[in-house]
């Protein structure tokens, strides 16, 4: 039976008509007002590439780039070989592995404002600080033997606006590897046993049936789930804002904080415009550089 190519229009329209409204064309405005000098109030006066130029020459947003990349590359790479790790570990059918799921994926449902401020807790250099408090009991336990262990740095400033993006590598972690250790877990559970059955009648190990069986045949998804990675890292906000107390410093900024500060503080709607137009550039090159990277012929089973 033949589908009516109208009949799949009319459902496709709600979504193409939402899709036009709340993101394509208030994407062509953001690319125009970056070409203008505008507060947001006055009449916008065209200035062509002033913004971008503007852009590439302050150190602020240079700093926020790099924080970007920072957590895109640090957070990503321990994030995703931690959601294999931990999928591959389920998907052997451990005892307890459906309450592990559950454990791992909460995080994924709570607000992003409200694991700021756990971390934020977490980090306290107050008697609330856990981190903190587990380093005072390392250094009793090493002083009683003699070892002097960061005698001057307790508590450590896990907070401290120079080293912030660092300390939210752990807590972006925290936060994503349970989500993206269920889409690969997902993808392994599709693969038929027999690969499993045959390959160890042969004499393959566990890690050798990981690198030559799951993860060729869930390679598809695991460079989803790096796409996925790339789009949420560009869009930090949250935790930042939180835990600078909504005024992040130079050394703390994202480009998302960045974008936020200019238009809500400073009122320069043209810059801050400058600057979603390159972060939408930044993900898609890193989503394309991607996408060709891993480009092979999909394997069949």
């Known amino acids: 039976m033949k589908t009516n190519p109208w009949f799949i229009r009319l459902f496709l329209l709600p979504a193409f008509l ?3 409204a709340f993101a394509a064309l208030p994407g062509i405005r953001a690319l125009f007002y970056s070409l203008q000098k505008w507060d947001g109030l006055t009449t916008p006066e065209w200035v062509g ?5 503007t852009l590439f020459a302050d150190d602020l947003f240079i700093k926020a780039l790099t924080n970007n990349v920072i957590l895109m590359v640090g957070a990503g790479s321990l994030t995703l070989s931690l959601a294999l790790f931990f999928a591959a570990t389920l ?10 799921r559950v454990a791992f994926f909460f995080p994924n449902v709570l607000a992003a404002v409200a694991v ?3 971390w934020s807790l977490l980090y306290s250099t107050t008697d609330f600080g856990v981190f903190n408090g587990a380093l005072a009991v390392v250094q009793r336990i090493l002083g009683a033997v003699g070892i002097d262990f960061m ?4 508590p450590f400033a896990f907070k401290d606006s120079t080293i912030l993006i660092y300390a939210l590598i752990p807590m972006v972690v925290w936060t994503a590897v349970g989500f993206y250790m269920v889409l690969f877990l997902a993808a392994m559970q599709s693969i038929p046993e027999e690969l499993y059955e045959a390959s160890h009648l ?8 990981f690198f030559h069986i799951t993860l060729p045949l869930i390679r598809e998804v695991f460079i989803v789930g790096v796409v996925f990675f790339i789009i949420s890292s560009a869009k930090f906000f949250d935790a930042i804002w939180v835990l600078e107390s909504q005024f992040p410093t130079p050394d703390s900024h994202v480009l998302a904080t960045v974008l936020y500060q200019k238009v809500f503080t400073e009122y320069n709607v043209g810059y801050a415009s400058a600057v979603a137009v390159v972060l939408f550039g930044l993900v898609m090159v890193a989503t394309l550089v ?3 990277l891993s480009r092979k012929e999909a394997l069949e089973y």
């Not at 042969?202 to 049936?209: E, I, K, L, T």
């Open 151 to 154: 005698p001057d740095s307790l």
């Open 202 to 209: 042969d004499g393959a190990s566990n890690g050798q049936q």
């Open 91 to 100: 998907h052997r059918k451990i005892r307890g592995a459906a309450i592990f």
């Open 49 to 53: 590439l002033e913004n971008f130029r």
């Open 18 to 20: 939402f899709f036009t």
């Open 290 to 292: 991607t996408l060709n």
């Open 116 to 118: 700021a401020l756990l």
